[in-house]
């Protein structure tokens, strides 16, 4: 195992990034979390503007009626935007995880560098030059616009004399995220779309369709698959990429490996749930507490986690002001703004 071979090479690991995994935990949780995730997810098919009962929600599952009304709400509005919640989370919260292992630095997350803005940017620009393009091009489009947001932050951080370090990384996509936001928004004024970007901006599955999840299911379920493969890789990643180097550790393919992940993972979470900040700041953060610091327990752990908040987040999203919905991604803020001030003033804060 990675850790026991750190241990016999008598490298001196400052931030005690080794530490004993902690799978029995990990196993609990999993199992905890994706019960609750069942239960959440009932509780969001049933809670809405049309009021339908729990008891409802399994007869439509049990004995479908297209008849009845609300058996066609409960399966052609309700459920796609549970899936859909869920599954945005979860691929927030594994993105994040990722980033913050192989750069080692504990603000990293897909909102905070560049990667949903440059989504989001490019998602600009299809509502502008194809008013009408299809969930499939949109997702299309969304990946796009994360690579794009990825090279340009990994890029001007490349571009320094001293290379990549995870405060260069932080403040390079600060600075993308800024631009591309402010052009995005500028083009959406210009060109009379700012009502239709505006939803992603905002965040959330409100109106999500069964084509919509279709679409992004089958290529988000491949990169979650890769992110388990990679798992050991970026374990070892997240001890420094000297103690990966002399652990024969390919650091570069890694890498890119990793990124190749976190690319597809945040087009679709972007593609279904819009603009949702903070997920991937703050679920790998407390997957890693509870459970160490092995990846191959890590990255399922914060799917199951993150799931879990941004279903939540819906939910309280309908209830803070009935019927009108908040934002989710101010939902998502309320937890996540405080957690980042906290990991941007604490010392010594460093990815384990």
Request: glycine fraction near 10%; include cysteine.
């Amino acid at each position: 195992m990675v850790f026991h071979r750190f241990r016999r090479s008598g490298i001196d690991n400052r931030e005690g990034a080794v530490q004993k995994s902690r799978p029995f935990a990990a196993s609990i949780i999993l199992a905890a979390g994706l019960f609750l995730l069942v239960v959440l997810t009932g509780v969001s098919i049933a809670y809405g503007a049309a009021d339908i009962q729990v008891s409802t929600v399994w007869n439509s599952f049990v004995h479908f009626d297209p008849a009845i009304a609300s058996h066609q709400i409960i399966h052609e509005l309700r459920m796609p935007r549970a899936v859909a919640a869920a599954a945005a989370g979860a691929f927030l919260a594994v993105s994040g995880a990722i980033m913050q292992g192989m750069t080692r630095n504990p603000l990293a997350s897909p909102s905070i560098m560049g990667i949903t803005a440059g989504s989001s940017f490019v998602l600009a620009l299809a509502f502008i030059f194809d008013a009408h393009a299809s969930p499939n091009k949109l997702v299309f489009w969304s990946f796009v616009g994360s690579g794009l947001g990825a090279f340009l932050v990994f890029g001007i951080g490349a571009l320094s004399k001293r290379g990549l370090t995870p405060v260069k990384l932080a403040l390079a996509g600060s600075a993308v995220t800024a631009l591309l936001t402010s052009v995005s928004s500028a083009l959406a004024m210009h060109f009379d779309v700012a009502r239709d970007l505006s939803f992603w901006y905002a965040g959330g599955v409100a109106g999500i369709r069964w084509e919509s999840v279709r679409v992004v299911l089958p290529i988000a379920v491949v990169g979650l698959a890769a992110a388990m493969l990679i798992s050991r890789s970026i374990t070892v990643l997240s001890l420094g990429e000297e103690v990966a180097k002399g652990l024969g550790q390919k650091v570069k393919l890694a890498k890119v490996s990793g990124l190749l992940v976190v690319l597809l993972l945040t087009g679709a979470a972007v593609s279904l749930a819009g603009v949702v900040g903070f997920v991937g700041l703050v679920i790998p953060h407390i997957t890693r507490f509870l459970v160490g610091v092995d990846y191959r327990w890590i990255i399922p752990c914060s799917a199951v986690l993150g799931g879990l908040l941004l279903i939540m987040a819906d939910i309280m999203a309908r209830m803070i002001n009935p019927p009108f919905e908040t934002p989710l991604g101010a939902v998502t803020a309320l937890v996540g703004v405080p957690f980042f001030l906290y990991l941007s003033r604490r010392e010594g804060g460093g990815t384990r």
